[in-house]
Nanobody, 125 residues
Framework: VQLQASGGGLVQAGGSLRLSCQVS????????MGWFRQAPGKEREFVAA????????FYANAVRGRFTIFRDNARNTVDLQMNSLKPEDTADYYC???????????????????WGQGTQVTVSS
């Protein structure tokens, strides 16, 4: 399974970006998906997750109300819409997948089976 993240860039505070993650390879399996981020000098942290079934989502407190995670199982993509961006949102963003069918959401790094490369998001003040 391969994950390809895209959509990062430079944006001013208050602006928006939409990240996208394309899943390829063994796409016949079912995957719960997540987004994580890692700022310079900091540990990777959970941002958002979405279930395979019913599209139930869960967010870190720092982004709740500003970020929205979407998935399109037919296209094997999961997007992260980021609004009202703040300088503290600056980080490399990673998408991750866990083989799971059902209503589970996963927020720990070691709960995910597959990772994409990071896409850089820089928010200027």
């Amino acid at each position: 399974v391969q994950l390809q993240a895209s959509g990062g860039g430079l944006v001013q505070a208050g602006g928006s970006l939409r990240l996208s993650c394309q899943v390829s390879g063994r796409t016949s399996s079912s995957y719960a998906m997540g987004w994580f981020r890692q700022a310079p000098g900091k540990e990777r942290e959970f941002v958002a997750a979405i279930t395979w079934s019913a599209g139930i989502s869960f967010y870190a407190n720092a982004v709740r109300g500003r970020f929205t995670i979407f998935r399109d199982n037919a296209r094997n993509t999961v997007d992260l819409q980021m609004n009202s961006l703040k300088p503290e949102d600056t980080a490399d963003y990673y998408c991750a997948a866990r083989e799971s069918r059902g209503f589970g959401v996963w927020i720990l790094i070691n709960e995910y089976d597959y990772w994409g490369q990071g896409t850089q998001v820089t928010v200027s003040s």
